[in-house]
C-alpha cells in the first residue's frame, strides 16, 4: 500500500503539488480570516507555512531543498522551480495598464526609483553589518529588502547559496507583513487618501501583497492604484538589481581573489 | 447525445467555431515566447558585460510582453479570450511562489534571523517616511479626500 502511494506521488509530483499548494492556502486563507481578522493577507501567511513547512522537510531530511527532498513531495521542486517562477512572475507584467501607469507621471517614477534604492542601500548595509562580504550574497540581501520576489530572482542569476536567497525571502516576507499590518496603522502619517498617494505608496512600499492587503484594510478604492506602480516596482527591481545595482556593489566589494 | 455547448462569443471579428477555443493557448505561447526572447536578451546581455549570469531577463521579458499586450491591443490581433492564458499564469504566481518557499533551505537560513527583522524593519519605517515625505507636498482639493 506504501509504495503504491509513494509511487502514484512520484510518478505525479506537479499534479500533486498543485494540491499541496492549493491545501496551504486553504489553510492559510482560514488563518487569516479567523486568527487575523484579514489583517494579515493569506498569501502572506501561505509563505510563512510554506517556509516553516520547508524547516520541517530540511530538519527530517538533512537535505538543502526544504519539504522538496521528502519523496512524496518532490513534485514541488518542478511547480517552485526557476522555470515556472519566472514564468508566472512574467505573466504578471500583463496587469499592468500603461496608459494607467502613465497618469502617475513622475511622482510614480521617482517612488519607484527611491523604493528600489533605498530599501536596497539598507538591505546591503545590514547585510555588511552582520558579517556578509562578498558582492552576491550583499545584493541578493539587499534585493530581498526590496521585494521578496526580487531577491530569489536576482539571487539565481548571480548565483547566490540557497541559504542567502532564503534570507533575502525571509527579508522581504517580514517587510511585506510589515507593510500590510502598520499601513493602516500609520496611513494618517502616511497622507495616504488619494489615487496620486497610493500610487507614491506603492512604489515606495514595494511588495505587491503587503501594498494591496495594507492599502485594502485602509481605503478599498486605493488598492487598483497602489498595486499598478506595486506591480512595476517587481519588473523594475528584477531589471535594475542584478545588472546596475549589482555592479555597483561588486564595484564597493571586489573580491578578495 | 452530446451535452449543450455554451455560446460562442458573437462580437470576436471571427467567431471561433468550437465553443473550447485554443486562444487562450495563444495568449500563453506570447507569455513563453516572450518569456524564452527575454532569458535570452538577457544571457546575451551578460555575456556582453562579462558576467557569468543572466543580467535581468526576467525584467526583459515583463517588458516585452508589456510592449506586445500595448501592440496587440491597438493593432487589434490580440482578444480578450487569449488573454485569459496569461491572466491565468499570473493567478498561479501566489501558488508557485508559495511552493518555491515551501523547498527552501529555512534550516540554515534561521541562523540569520536578527539581520532580516532588522533590516526589514528599518527599510520599513525609511519608506514609510519618504512616503509621508513626498505625500505632503501633494496639493489636495477638499472634494478629493476620502468621505469615509
Redesign the interface.
Known amino acids: 500500500m506504501e509504495s503504491l502511494l509513494q509511487k502514484l506521488a512520484v510518478d505525479n509530483g506537479l499534479v500533486l503539488?498543485?494540491a499541496?499548494?492549493?491545501a496551504?492556502?486553504l489553510c492559510s486563507g482560514y488563518i487569516s480570516r479567523k486568527l487575523t481578522v484579514g489583517r494579515v493577507q493569506g498569501?502572506a501567511i501561505?509563505?510563512l507555512?510554506?517556509?516553516?513547512?520547508?524547516?520541517v522537510?530540511?530538519?527530517m531530511t538533512g537535505g538543502?531543498?526544504?519539504?522538496?527532498?521528502v519523496t512524496y513531495?518532490g513534485g514541488?521542486?518542478l511547480?517552485?522551480?526557476n522555470m515556472?517562477?519566472?514564468?508566472?512572475?512574467?505573466?504578471?507584467?500583463?496587469?499592468?495598464q500603461?496608459a494607467e501607469a502613465r497618469r502617475a507621471g513622475w511622482?510614480g517614477a521617482?517612488?519607484l526609483f527611491?523604493?528600489t534604492l533605498?530599501?536596497f542601500v539598507?538591505?546591503v548595509s545590514?547585510?555588511y553589518?552582520?558579517g556578509y562580504r562578498d558582492a552576491v550574497s550583499l545584493t541578493t540581501?539587499g534585493a530581498g529588502?526590496v521585494t521578496?520576489?526580487v531577491g530569489?530572482?536576482t539571487g539565481s542569476?548571480?548565483?547566490a547559496s540557497?541559504?542567502v536567497?532564503?534570507?533575502s525571502?525571509?527579508?522581504?516576507v517580514?517587510?511585506a507583513i510589515?507593510?500590510m499590518v502598520?499601513t493602516p496603522l500609520?496611513a494618517k502619517?502616511?497622507?495616504?487618501?488619494?489615487p496620486?498617494?497610493a500610487m507614491?505608496?506603492g512604489g515606495?512600499?514595494?511588495t505587491v501583497?503587503g501594498v494591496s492587503a495594507g492599502l485594502a484594510a485602509t481605503?478599498r478604492?486605493l488598492v487598483p492604484y497602489g498595486a499598478l506602480v506595486a506591480t512595476f516596482h517587481t519588473?523594475?527591481?528584477?531589471?535594475?538589481v542584478?545588472?546596475l545595482f549589482?555592479?555597483a556593489v561588486r564595484a564597493l566589494f571586489p573580491a578578495h581573489a | 447525445m452530446p451535452p449543450a455547448l455554451p455560446p460562442t462569443n458573437k462580437s470576436l471579428p471571427h467567431p471561433c467555431p468550437y465553443p473550447y477555443s485554443a486562444m487562450p493557448l495563444y495568449g500563453t505561447a506570447l507569455l513563453a515566447v516572450c518569456h524564452l526572447l527575454g532569458i535570452l536578451l538577457g544571457e546575451l546581455l551578460g555575456r556582453a558585460l562579462g558576467v557569468q549570469a543572466n543580467v535581468g531577463g526576467v525584467g526583459i521579458a515583463m517588458l516585452l510582453l508589456m510592449a506586445a499586450r500595448y501592440h496587440g491591443h491597438r493593432r487589434g490581433w490580440l482578444e480578450a479570450k487569449s488573454e485569459e492564458g496569461v491572466h491565468y499564469w499570473a493567478a498561479l504566481y501566489i501558488p508557485v511562489v508559495i511552493a518555491m518557499s515551501m523547498q527552501q533551505n529555512v534550516v540554515k537560513a534561521l541562523s540569520g534571523g536578527p539581520m532580516a527583522l532588522a533590516a526589514a524593519i528599518t527599510a520599513g519605517a525609511a519608506c514609510a517616511g519618504c512616503v509621508s515625505l513626498i505625500n505632503r507636498r501633494e496639493v489636495v482639493a477638499p472634494a478629493e479626500t476620502s468621505a469615509e
Open positions: 503539488s498543485f499541496v499548494v492549493g496551504v492556502v498569501s501561505a509563505i507555512l510554506g517556509l516553516a513547512l520547508a524547516y522537510g530540511g530538519r538543502n531543498k526544504g519539504l522538496a527532498d513531495f514541488l521542486a511547480m517552485g522551480g515556472l517562477r519566472d514564468f508566472a512572475i512574467v505573466a504578471t507584467a500583463f496587469e499592468v500603461p511622482v521617482l517612488a527611491i523604493g533605498l530599501p539598507i538591505g545590514f547585510a553589518a552582520f540581501i529588502t521578496y520576489i530569489p530572482v542569476a548571480i548565483g540557497s541559504e536567497i532564503t534570507l525571502i525571509a527579508v522581504g517580514f517587510k510589515l507593510v502598520t500609520l502619517f502616511m497622507r495616504l487618501g488619494t496620486r498617494s507614491v505608496f515606495l512600499a514595494g501583497s481605503d478604492k519588473g523594475v527591481g528584477c531589471l535594475v542584478p545588472s549589482f555592479f
